[in-house]
Each structure stands twice: as C-alpha cells, then as structure tokens.
Nanobody
Framework: QVQLAESGGGLVQAGGSLRLSCLASGLTFSSSAMGWFRQAPGKERKFVAAIGGSGNLVNYGDSVKGRFTISRDNANNTVYLQINSLKPEDTAVYYC?????????????????WGQGTQVTVSS
C-alpha cells in the first residue's frame, strides 16, 4: 500500500521560508517521479514542481520558478520542497504526489498516488 505523508507546513510571514517534506512508503521510490501541487481555497489544484526518479530532472510551474526548489533523498524515500520569499498568494494546501514512472511530469492525471496535504499560510 502506497502512502505519502507531507509535513512542514505552517503559518509564516511574507518573505519567509519553509521546507516541506514528503515521506513515501510502499513503492519503489527511486523509480517514481514525485510532484508537488497546491490548492488554494476555491481554486483548482495546480502543479508546482516535479522531480524525476534519479533527481537529475526537475520541472517547475511558472509562478514558482526562482523561489521554490524541489529535491529528493532516495536513501530515505523523501522528497522536499524548499519555499523561499513566500507571498500571500502562496497560501494553499500543498500536496505530494507519486507517479508510476521515473520521468517528471506536470499533469495531475499522470500521478497515481497522493498525500493528504499540508497547509501553508502566508500572512502579509
């Protein structure tokens, strides 16, 4: 049974930083592309970042390029999202997702497994 558990969310002032973590179990982690998505209240879930199974390939959504960094530790089955220069519009529930293949991808439909999400709230 695949399980993804996010952590690291919280309340932070604008300009601050957070590091989100997602611990995965029940899958061959190094063979799975991992992604981060976010969903603001009343809005659709949107792509944030993705990383390939080896960690060498990454993709970012346009709104987060230069501020967010995705990384992974295959030895510990964990994917991270470093978020810097936080803005109020970054407020959302952030979800970790796992795909069945090793290449990073953006469509929500291409991910097979999802975590429960972690709330990030940015105050102005």
């Amino acid at each position: 049974q695949v399980q993804l558990a996010e952590s690291g969310g919280g309340l932070v002032q604008a300009g601050g930083s957070l590091r989100l973590s997602c611990l995965a179990s029940g899958l061959t982690f190094s063979s799975s592309a991992m992604g981060w998505f976010r969903q603001a209240p009343g809005k659709e879930r949107k792509f944030v970042a993705a990383i390939g199974g080896s960690g060498n390939l990454v993709n970012y959504g346009d709104s987060v390029k230069g501020r967010f960094t995705i990384s992974r530790d295959n030895a510990n089955n964990t994917v991270y999202l470093q978020i810097n220069s936080l803005k109020p519009e970054d407020t959302a529930v952030y979800y970790c997702a796992a795909a069945s293949g090793p290449l990073p991808r953006t469509p929500i439909s291409s991910y097979n497994y999802w975590g429960q999400g972690t709330q990030v709230t940015v105050s102005s």
